[in-house]
């Protein structure tokens, strides 16, 4: 059997070239980093359960009618995913303070927002992905303006359909990370969410007991990494009770 292409490898995943032209396979891999790599483990079954995890939310909105890349899972660590130039932002939504929100502007962890707040890290991990403005964004082309309009409404549709999911299972949804990525048909260009949404790119709380069950828990030290995402899975039905993330037992 041929070798399969390396198209590029990152922190948490690595892409090959898919089957079909404009496909790509996104490995889910089990290392976790923190802090621009500076804090990093791997941790098993961690990227088994973010494949699902990310195929779970990705398929719900395909469901809605919210564009991404996702097209299919094919194993328990990868999935098949269309090809897409991807903006080099990192899309920021949070509808309670924490992180480095809280730090920058000193408000309390879980301070409710008055209205979801939206912001933009440049994608260079050199620079560690620093905060930038709209006015960064447009001056130096990164997106243009209709781009930016595309970008909040596909982020506040992530941001609605998320958090009433993660609701009915007793999770706020407390800030997420996506990406976007451009894709070309024909004469025209969309955009679409891409990358991966997990509990690697979400804080996540228990709503009655505030038990963090995202990558806080590496970040902070703070217990089992695959506890806290199993629970998620287990919760949102895509593991089963009983599984774990290195036998895991699939129910579709
Ligand atoms: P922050 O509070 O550290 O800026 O993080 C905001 C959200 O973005 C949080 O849900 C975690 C996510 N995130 C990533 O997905 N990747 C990153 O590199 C960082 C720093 C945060």
């Given at each position: 059997?041929?070798?399969?292409?390396?198209?590029?490898e990152g922190k948490a995943k690595t892409?090959?070239?898919?089957?079909?032209?404009?496909?790509?396979?996104?490995y889910f891999k089990d290392d976790a980093t923190a802090f621009n790599a500076e804090k990093r483990d791997v941790i098993e079954g961690k990227g088994v359960l973010n494949n699902?995890l990310?195929?779970?939310?990705?398929?719900?909105?395909?469901?809605?009618?919210?564009?991404?890349?996702?097209?299919?899972?094919?194993?328990?660590r990868?999935?098949?995913?269309?090809?897409?130039?991807?903006?080099?932002?990192?899309?920021?939504?949070?509808?309670?303070?924490?992180?480095?929100?809280?730090?920058?502007?000193?408000?309390?962890?879980?301070?409710?927002?008055?209205?979801?707040?939206?912001?933009?890290?440049?994608?260079?991990d050199?620079?560690g992905?620093?905060?930038?403005?709209?006015?960064?964004?447009?001056?130096?082309?990164?997106?243009?303006?209709?781009?930016?309009?595309?970008?909040?409404?596909?982020?506040?549709?992530?941001?609605?359909?998320?958090?009433?999911?993660?609701?009915?299972?007793?999770?706020?949804?407390?800030?997420?990370?996506?990406?976007?990525?451009?894709?070309?048909?024909?004469?025209?260009?969309?955009?679409?969410?891409?990358?991966e949404?997990s509990p690697d790119s979400c804080r996540?709380?228990?709503?009655?007991?505030?038990?963090k069950l995202d990558k806080d828990v590496f970040r902070r030290d703070l217990g089992s990494l695959t506890d806290a995402y199993s629970e998620v899975?287990?919760?949102?039905?895509?593991?089963?009770?009983?599984?774990t993330p290195m036998?895991?037992?699939?129910?579709?």
């Open positions: 059997m041929a070798r399969r292409k390396k198209i590029y892409l090959f070239e898919g089957p079909e032209p404009g496909t790509i396979v996104q699902m990310s195929e779970f939310f990705m398929t719900g909105l395909s469901n809605i009618g919210v564009p991404n890349h996702f097209i299919r899972r094919l194993n328990m990868e999935q098949l995913v269309r090809a897409c130039e991807i903006i080099p932002l990192e899309v920021i939504v949070r509808n309670f303070a924490a992180g480095s929100l809280s730090k920058r502007l000193g408000i309390e962890e879980g301070t409710p927002l008055p209205r979801p707040i939206i912001e933009y890290c440049y994608k260079d050199k620079l992905d620093p905060l930038v403005a709209e006015e960064h964004i447009a001056a130096f082309g990164w997106a243009s303006q209709q781009d930016m309009d595309d970008i909040v409404s596909l982020a506040l549709r992530v941001n609605d359909f998320m958090s009433g999911v993660l609701y009915g299972v007793g999770i706020k949804l407390v800030d997420f990370k996506i990406e976007i990525g451009r894709v070309y048909e024909g004469d025209f260009q969309r955009l679409i969410v891409a990358d949404i996540l709380w228990d709503m009655e007991t505030g038990q899975a287990k919760r949102l039905g895509v593991m089963p009770k009983g599984a036998k895991p037992t699939l129910i579709n």
